[in-house]
């Protein structure tokens, strides 16, 4: 994307930790008004302010959601049980992270 010096890459990579952070609250809340009104709220603005692709942004969220869908799958150490509806949930926050910043 547009991230192309070092510190357009440190705000990219601090602004995939913000939304990973808040992801999580909204996995631990239950409830994804959290994730929408302290971080996804104008991000998709902000982006096009900067000419940063949403898309390229997007694409990050979704590696993110693909890596802890991969961990709440993971079954070592863990009882067996069906998780789907939590990997769904999981992967529901993720999808709505990527779809408030793409264009």
């Known amino acids: 994307g547009n991230a192309y010096t070092n510190r357009r890459m440190a705000a990219c990579l601090r602004d ?53 869908v991969n961990i709440a799958n993971d079954p070592n150490g863990i009882t067996k049980g069906d998780c789907s509806q939590l990997i769904s949930e999981v992967a529901s926050y993720f999808d709505r992270a990527a779809a408030a910043v793409a264009i």
Request: glycine fraction near 10%; proline fraction near 2%; aromatic fraction near 6%.
């Open 16 to 68: 995939m930790e913000i939304i990973l952070r808040y992801v999580t609250y909204a996995i631990l809340a239950g409830d994804a008004s959290v994730l929408d009104d302290r971080c996804l709220n104008g991000l998709r603005e902000t982006y096009q302010a900067l000419g940063t692709p949403g898309s390229s942004v997007a694409v990050g969220v979704q590696k993110m959601k693909e890596a802890a």
